[in-house]
T-cell receptor
Framework: GAVVSQHPSRVICKSGTSVKIECRSL??????MFWYRQFPKKSLMLMAT?????????EQGVEKDKFLINHASLTLSTLTVTSAHPEDSSFYIC????????????FGPGTRLTVT | QKEVEQNSGPLSVPEGAIASLNCTYS??????FFWYRQYSGKSPELIMS????GDKEDGRFTAQLNKASQYVSLLIRDSQPSDSATYLC???????????????FGAGTRLAVHP
């Protein structure tokens, strides 16, 4: 399967600051990447679909001005949480879709964000 | 009605037994089905994909799909304590996404394998 990395793996920031999370597809070019959020003991919630060279597609209820997504290259998508608040503390996970073998999605290791 | 439903568990099985995990979905147009394993504090790991009716085996894992009943299951043979995790069922259909490969996840079933 696809190899996906995320950086940082863990970040603590103060309320009101912005945090950028990087997602990299290491072994193939991904025109589409996905960003998920997961709260403790809850299932994955798709936040947005990141499209290389165009605007991201956000899910209903996700604030696009708060969660900025940039997919500037075929191997890198970034998620910036702007003006973070404690309620944004969560596990953020990206995934890539490898069409060659079907529609399997492969996840990065995730980023644990804590806003104090 | 939830789009993808799973029993939250926990499902407790003894070591060496068969664990059976079930998932139902609401959209008859669903075409692709996946099982992910998620250990606590980690991201999901794809363990099985299935696209046509019937069984698909990979090692100790067997995925079963019945599109008429809108039902997909995962069997784990010879369960080990290391199999203890949350298992997520995911479904993709054109009806959900309108064009791109969005997956719909169930809430997951927590499996506990005890020695």
């Amino acid at each position: 399967g696809a190899v996906v990395s995320q950086h940082p793996s863990r970040v603590i920031c103060k309320s009101g600051t912005s945090v950028k999370i990087e997602c990299r597809s290491l072994d193939f070019q991904a025109t589409t990447m996905f960003w998920y959020r997961q709260f403790p003991k809850k299932s994955l919630m798709l936040m947005a679909t990141s499209n290389e060279g165009s605007k991201a597609t956000y899910e209903q209820g996700v604030e696009k001005d708060k969660f900025l997504i940039n997919h500037a290259s075929l191997t890198l998508s970034t998620l910036t949480v702007t003006s973070a608040h404690p309620e944004d503390s969560s596990f953020y996970i990206c995934s890539v879709n490898q069409l060659a073998g079907g529609y399997e999605q492969y996840f990065g290791p995730g980023t644990r964000l804590t806003v104090t | 009605q939830k789009e993808v439903e799973q029993n939250s568990g926990p499902l407790s099985v003894p070591e060496g037994a068969i664990a059976s995990l079930n998932c139902t979905y609401s959209d008859r147009g669903s075409q692709s089905f996946f099982w992910y394993r998620q250990y606590s504090g980690k991201s999901p790991e794809l363990i099985m994909s299935i696209y046509s009716n019937g069984d698909k085996e990979d090692g100790r894992f067997t995925a079963q799909l019945n599109k008429a009943s809108q039902y997909v299951s995962l069997l784990i043979r010879d369960s080990q304590p290391s199999d203890s995790a949350t298992y997520l069922c995911a479904v993709k259909s054109i009806g959900f996404s309108g064009g791109y490969n969005k997956l719909i996840f169930g809430a997951g079933t927590r499996l506990a394998v005890h020695p």
